[in-house]
């Protein structure tokens, strides 16, 4: 059973950083494609950010350039660089894990952590 655990969520002021974690257990590394979604209040689910396999990224237009995903094979996590923070970019996050390719529904899901970005 793959299980995820997010971290690194708080409050930053506009055009600042933070850096979400995801410790993942349950699963053999480079078998799954991770991504990174996040659910503002009232809003649909957004996929944000994902690693394949292979280690090839994506990003939806809303945080390419100014988010990163990457990987620690060794250590299980998931990570999530955000810089140039917006306000719009408050939301609650989650990390998710699907087996083999990005496209699709993801199975299994983080508990989520919250990021607030203040004007």
């Known amino acids: 059973q793959v299980q995820l655990a997010e971290s690194g969520g708080g409050s930053v002021e506009a055009g600042g950083s933070l850096r979400l974690s995801c410790a993942a257990s349950?699963?053999?590394?480079?078998?799954?494609?991770m991504g990174w979604f996040r659910q503002a209040p009232g809003k649909e689910r957004e996929g944000i950010a994902f690693?394949?396999?292979?280690?090839?990224?994506g990003y939806s237009y809303s945080v390419k350039g100014r988010f990163t995903i990457s990987q620690d094979n060794a250590k299980n996590t998931l990570y999530l660089q955000m810089n140039s923070l917006k306000p719009d970019d408050t939301a609650m996050y989650y990390c998710?894990?699907?087996?083999?390719?990005?496209?699709?529904?993801?199975?299994?899901w983080g508990q989520g952590t919250q990021v607030t970005v203040s004007s």
């Open positions: 998710a894990a699907r087996r083999d390719v990005c496209s699709g529904q993801f199975n299994y």
């Open positions: 690693i394949g396999t292979r280690g090839g990224t």
């Open positions: 349950g699963y053999t590394s480079g078998t799954y494609c």
